[in-house]
Nanobody, 124 residues
Framework: QVQLVESGGGLVQAGGSLSVSCAAS????????MGWFRQAPGKEREFVAA????????SYADSVKDRFTISRDNTKNTVSLQMSNLKPEDTAVYYC?????????????????WGKGTQVTVSS
């Protein structure tokens, strides 16, 4: 099994920046691509960003492109999401996810492991 633990959420004003991180433990040799998803109250979980195993190919939702940056450190089994120019609509619980495939995906059901999430709140 693989355990994912997110950290770094919090409250920030609109236009500000925040970073969330995810640490993987357990059978980490079985996971490859990693991603970030978010879920706001009353809404479905949505894709935010993902990175392939080598980290060289990142993908982003259109709503966060040019504002968010995903990065990973395979030596430390961590993946981070740097968020800038935050907007109130970015408020959500942010989840880290990992899948047993080298190619990243924007589909939640293609991920095998999930963290419990960290709250990000952007005030207007």
């Amino acid at each position: 099994q693989v355990q994912l633990v997110e950290s770094g959420g919090g409250l920030v004003q609109a236009g500000g920046s925040l970073s969330v991180s995810c640490a993987a433990s357990g059978r980490t040799f079985t996971i490859f691509a990693m991603g970030w998803f978010r879920q706001a109250p009353g809404k479905e979980r949505e894709f935010v960003a993902a990175a392939s195993w080598g980290g060289g190919r990142a993908s982003y939702a259109d709503s966060v492109k040019d504002r968010f940056t995903i990065s990973r450190d395979n030596t430390k089994n961590t993946v981070s999401l740097q968020m800038s120019n935050l907007k109130p609509e970015d408020t959500a619980v942010y989840y880290c996810a990992a899948r047993r495939a080298t190619r990243s995906s924007s589909a939640p059901d293609e991920y095998d492991y999930w963290g419990k999430g960290t709250q990000v709140t952007v005030s207007s």
